[in-house]
């Protein structure tokens, strides 16, 4: 039976300041902290998530041995077309329903201080870019015509 999932569960971010990280994607973006707990196994190491939809989430992780070095070009792109090594995550797209929620969610993140650029028509659908902490590059887009 092949692979044919409903969507994903939720990403998993390396972080050294999970504090930071979910009070940007809880405030910022508004999601609600679902769990925050010693990882299983793995000691001095906080596992939290943060439910942006029901069937979505974003999960950080903190280890004792995570390194706050981020290269552009290396660990981080920078923005959202910057180059990287195979294999790394370039930026994190998130879906909403419409123009009008993306729009909304537009002037929340400025209200709170965060440059945002777009929304940006790509034909296939709109984007709106912007960074969240530790120079995680984010982007929440509508419209699906892939």
């Known amino acids: 039976m092949a692979l044919h999932p409903n969507?994903?569960?939720?990403l998993a971010?390396?972080?050294t300041d999970i504090k930071q990280q979910i009070e940007f994607f809880t405030d910022v973006l508004g999601g609600t902290l679902k769990a925050l707990y010693w990882m299983h196994g793995v000691d001095g190491t906080f596992h939290g998530f943060v439910e942006l939809s029901?069937?979505?989430?974003?999960a950080f992780v903190q280890h004792p041995g995570n390194t706050d070095r981020n290269e552009l070009g290396v660990t981080h792109a920078g923005n959202a077309g910057?180059?990287?090594?195979?294999?790394?995550?370039?930026?994190?797209?998130?879906?909403?329903?419409?123009?009008?929620?993306l729009l909304a969610l537009r002037d929340r993140i400025r209200d709170r201080g965060?440059?945002?650029?777009?929304?940006?028509?790509h034909?296939?659908?709109q984007s709106l870019y912007f960074a969240g902490p530790e120079g995680l590059c984010l982007e929440i887009a509508t419209?699906?015509?892939?």
Do not use: F, K, R
Request: aromatic content about 2%.
């Open 13 to 15: 971010i390396s972080t």
């Open 7 to 10: 969507g994903v569960h939720h």
């Open 114 to 121: 965060v440059v945002a650029l777009g929304p940006i028509d």
């Open 54 to 58: 029901p069937s979505c989430y974003v």
């Open 82 to 101: 910057g180059p990287l090594p195979g294999g790394t995550m370039q930026h994190v797209a998130l879906n909403v329903d419409s123009l009008d929620e």
């Open 123 to 125: 034909g296939m659908c």
């Open 143 to 146: 419209g699906g015509n892939i």
